[in-house]
């Protein structure tokens, strides 16, 4: 079945760090990828979505590249912020059926001043 | 455009009890989606509404789970005789489920704030 990996946490980084957070997947077909931020006591946010090979999402400048080869959509951001500190979800979707989202376990990040 | 709603956004209630959640999705979006986050996890998919049929159900939607959407707007979901190992957050999330202009918005999904369960 789909499923997706995410580097384990937490990460805890510096302001104005970089940030790397890996994501692989395995699922039939070409599905569509997503991360998603949840903030404390908040549901889930769409950061970026791709929905083809070498397709870039980015948003808040945070980025994330479709990587058929690799099946990976790692996200990225050159300069982190406090307020970035949130758990951050990578998912698929494989565009078929019911588009129900299948998600890693969260990657928890803290960003200290 | 309001965003995906749910009531209650806590709920504690006793083993055995039943619960009832509520999930107003986006105006217009025909597909309404549950899932289930437990600490530390990712959300797991429970099931699926287009427009007012459910189309799919997880495994995890045990015989005391049901969804009902009727007239296709707004959804419920119930837990009879709730167990602690239902405690968890139960997220709905809503898409249009079609192109949108130059946006495809066919499997973008928008979650609401959740409902947090806790069983004592």
């Known amino acids: 079945g789909d499923s997706v990996t995410q580097m384990e946490g937490p990460v805890t980084l510096s302001e104005e760090a970089f940030l790397t957070i890996n994501c692989t997947y395995t699922?039939?077909?070409?599905?569509?990828l997503f991360w998603y931020v949840q903030y404390p006591g908040e549901g889930l946010q769409l950061l970026l979505k791709?929905?083809?090979?070498?397709d870039k999402g980015s948003n808040k400048g945070f980025e994330a590249t479709y990587r058929k080869e690799t099946t990976s959509f790692h996200l990225e951001k050159g300069s982190v912020q406090v307020s970035d500190s949130a758990v951050y979800f990578c998912?698929?979707?494989?565009?078929?059926?019911?588009?129900?989202?299948?998600f890693g376990k969260g990657t928890k990040l803290s960003v200290i001043p | 455009d309001t965003g995906v709603s749910q009531d209650p956004r806590h709920k504690i209630t006793k083993r055995g009890q039943n619960v009832t959640f509520r999930c107003d999705p986006i105006s217009e979006h025909n597909r309404l989606y549950w899932y289930r986050q437990t600490l530390g996890q990712g959300p797991e998919f429970l099931t699926y509404?287009?427009?007012?049929?459910?189309?799919?159900k997880s495994r995890l939607l045990s015989d005391r789970f049901s969804a009902e959407r009727p007239k296709g707007s707004f959804s419920t979901l119930e837990i009879q005789r709730t167990e602690q190992g239902d405690s968890a957050m139960y997220l709905c999330?809503?898409?249009?489920?079609?192109?949108?202009?130059?946006?495809?918005?066919?499997?973008?999904?928008?979650f609401g704030p959740g409902t947090r369960l806790t069983v004592l």
């Open positions: 509404f287009q427009n007012e049929a459910q189309l799919e």
């Open positions: 791709a929905t083809k090979a070498d």
């Open positions: 999330a809503s898409s249009l489920g079609r192109l949108a202009g130059p946006k495809d918005e066919t499997d973008t999904q928008y």
């Open positions: 998912a698929l979707s494989r565009r078929a059926g019911s588009y129900q989202l299948t």
């Open positions: 699922a039939t077909g070409y599905p569509s």
